[in-house]
């Protein structure tokens, strides 16, 4: 997946092997983790590039680069659920306007 820059965009995994039980979060890096949104064997977590405006509460905001998302169980947290594909944040900036 890649996002803008200035965007934001809700990121969907499929975790049909997850606990069916308790909450599951996920890191873009080893020391914060974030709550996801559960619907059935799908999660979802809005994510947003550094130059995103008026991110609504929740949003996880990315810097420039590859990003990758590691998910784990709430319940059992030394376990990790899986790892998720990579999120790219857009380091393309087009030229100025003229």
Known sequence: MQIDRTGRETVYWDLTEAPATGGLEVTFDPDTWHPLTRDGDTVSLLVAGPEATDNPTG????????????????????????????????????????
């Open 59 to 98: 949003t996880v905001v990315l810097g420039l680069g590859r990003h990758f998302a590691l998910i784990r169980s709430t319940i059992d947290p030394e376990v990790l659920v899986r790892q998720a594909g990579p999120i790219d944040v857009n380091t393309y900036q087009p030229p100025p306007t003229p």
